[in-house]
């Protein structure tokens, strides 16, 4: 069974910079493409970042375009999630999630889930 665990989160300061790790057990990591999603309380879980098998390209929401930096490391199993400039609406638990077809922003192209990492950015 595919495993993921979240790591790196916690609470910072506006402008402030964060680094999301997920390592990925149980599956062939280099056959997922892989995203990352956030959901702030009260609202819809929604897409951050995407890559591709390869790591050869990447996908981001407006929101984020320019400040976060999606990667991946095969040889280790894990996704990376560098996040700069945060912001106090960056604020939510961030998920990393597989993705066995086509890549994509909805959620429901992804299967297996981290249980996610709280990231607090205050003003």
């Known amino acids: 069974q595919v495993q993921l665990v979240e790591s790196g989160g916690g609470l910072v300061q506006a402008g402030g910079s964060l680094r999301l790790s997920c390592a990925v057990s149980?599956?062939?990591?280099?056959?997922?493409?892989m995203g990352w999603f956030r959901q702030a309380p009260g609202k819809e879980r929604e897409f951050v970042a995407a890559?591709?098998?390869?790591?050869?390209?990447?996908y981001y929401a407006d929101s984020v375009k320019g400040r976060f930096t999606i990667s991946r490391d095969n040889a280790k199993n894990t996704v990376y999630l560098q996040m700069n400039s945060l912001k106090p609406e960056d604020t939510a638990v961030y998920y990393c999630?597989?993705?066995?077809?086509?890549?994509?922003?909805?959620?429901?192209?992804?299967?297996?889930w981290g249980q996610g990492t709280q990231v607090t950015v205050s003003s």
């Open positions: 999630a597989t993705n066995r077809g086509t890549i994509g922003t909805t959620k429901g192209l992804y299967d297996y």
């Open positions: 149980g599956g062939t990591f280099s056959r997922y493409a």
């Open positions: 890559i591709t098998r390869s790591g050869g390209t990447t």
